[in-house]
């Protein structure tokens, strides 16, 4: 009985250490629209559909090769379908429109050494902002060794302003 429960708090942790995901501030509103006529940088999508922007973060850690990484961010639909949503490289942006049923979740991962996911319920006619680095990972015990955890969250309206007018280029991702 012992070893049982043993083997499942070893296995949990193994889980665990492999994988992390993400939660949302409820109280920060994350969906947006942005005024055309003042933003050259982003804009709606098409009627009915959602549009997610993915930039990279530029953090002080960037001189360290690890963290120049891209990665690709896949989104997975309630049905099981998946694909691309976007790559993450530095000093770019992409977006990506996207056509979701009434109240559908999506959650969107990536995984470098490690695996990360993000889950929620997008609305439609609006922008969502996701911005995306490279961390590592703190349960690593060996620190001469880099294991690369991708990480990204939503932003809100203002950040993500701030953010694109940091990019190099902003195009579309198929």
């Known amino acids: 009985m012992k070893s049982k429960i043993l ?3 070893i296995a949990a942790l193994v889980f665990a250490a492999c994988s992390t995901y993400s939660t ?4 920060k509103e994350y969906a947006f629209v942005v005024d055309e006529n003042q933003s050259t940088m982003l ?3 098409e009627f009915g559909k959602t549009r997610i922007y993915v930039y990279r973060k530029d953090t002080a850690q960037s001189f360290n090769i690890g963290y120049l990484r891209p990665f690709d961010i896949k989104i997975e639909y309630a049905n099981k379908k998946s694909e691309i949503l976007a ?3 530095m000093h770019n ?5 996207i056509e979701l049923d009434a ?3 999506i959650t969107l991962s990536a995984k470098l050494d490690k695996y990360f996911s993000l889950s929620f319920t ?4 609006v922008i969502y902002c996701l911005q995306s680095e490279i961390l590592q990972d703190d349960m690593q015990l060996d620190s001469t060794s880099f294991v690369a955890l991708p990480v990204f969250t939503l932003v809100e309206k203002d ?3 701030f953010m694109m007018k940091k990019m190099n280029k902003i195009q579309g991702y198929n």
Do not use: H
């Not at 949302?24 to 109280?27: A, E, F, G, K, V």
């Open 103 to 105: 109240n559908e979740s």
């Open 7 to 9: 083997g499942i708090f």
């Open 93 to 97: 942006a992409y977006f990506k429109d």
């Open 122 to 125: 997008p609305k439609k006619n």
């Open 24 to 27: 949302l501030d409820s109280s």
């Open 159 to 161: 950040e993500c302003l």
């Open 43 to 45: 804009k709606n999508p």
């Open 87 to 89: 790559s993450s490289r």
